[in-house]
């Protein structure tokens, strides 16, 4: 991997963890809760008669919503870094 791979999947890496509280917001998971009419309202509802009427707490839903109202906690976001850095160097060999 060369050094302009490298330095084109630690910047993907960055990218991805300023984009992911707007791509949050963008599917309906935003500060003020779930937004009416949006992918996340229709996922939720989705859960809901699933699970006889209630969201799952601590389920992967319930991890979006406090991640669109509170933030991402550090270690979500070193996360989200990761697995773009993990699959762009992937990628990078691949091809």
Known sequence: M?????????GGAAVSVVAAPVVLAAVGFT????????????????????????VAAGGLFAFFQAAGVLGLPAAASAGVAGVVA?????TAILI
């Open 86 to 90: 993990t699959v762009g160097g992937i």
């Open 31 to 54: 500060s003020a809760g779930i937004a009416a009419g949006s992918y996340a309202a229709g996922w939720m509802s989705a859960a809901a008669v699933a699970n006889g009427g209630g």
């Open 2 to 10: 060369g050094l302009l791979t490298a330095a084109l999947v630690c």
